[in-house]
């Protein structure tokens, strides 16, 4: 099995900054494709940022230039940066990994909330 925390998020003022940050346990060498969605109030669940084949990032269009993934292979950890934050990024933020071997599978954290006030 796979365990994603996620830890990070707040409350912040527009133009504001978090970072974000997924601490993950259990079969690791099972996992690949980390990164970061996003579900706002009665939207479905977006993609903002993973790492995608050979450790390249992939933003989604609305946080290009705000938002950067990173991680610390000697923690287990992949970190979400937001600067510029916009009220708009309101949101839970998951943390979400894919089953290297079975492409089916995904794993997910609880979530954390963050909200940026106008």
């Known amino acids: 099995q796979v365990q994603l925390v996620e830890s990070g998020g707040g409350l912040v003022q527009a133009g504001g900054s978090l970072r974000l940050s997924c601490s993950a346990s259990?079969?690791?060498?099972?996992?690949?494709?980390m990164g970061w969605y996003r579900q706002a109030p009665g939207k479905e669940r977006e993609l903002v940022a993973r790492f995608g084949s050979g450790g390249t990032p992939i933003y989604a269009d609305a946080v290009k230039g705000r938002f950067t993934i990173s991680r610390d292979n000697a923690k287990n950890t992949v970190y979400l940066q937001m600067n510029s934050l916009e009220p708009e990024d309101t949101a839970v933020y998951f943390c979400n990994a894919k089953d290297l071997y079975r492409p089916s599978v995904q794993y997910w954290g609880r979530g954390t909330q963050v909200t940026v006030s106008s």
């Open positions: 259990g079969r690791l060498f099972s996992i690949t494709a």
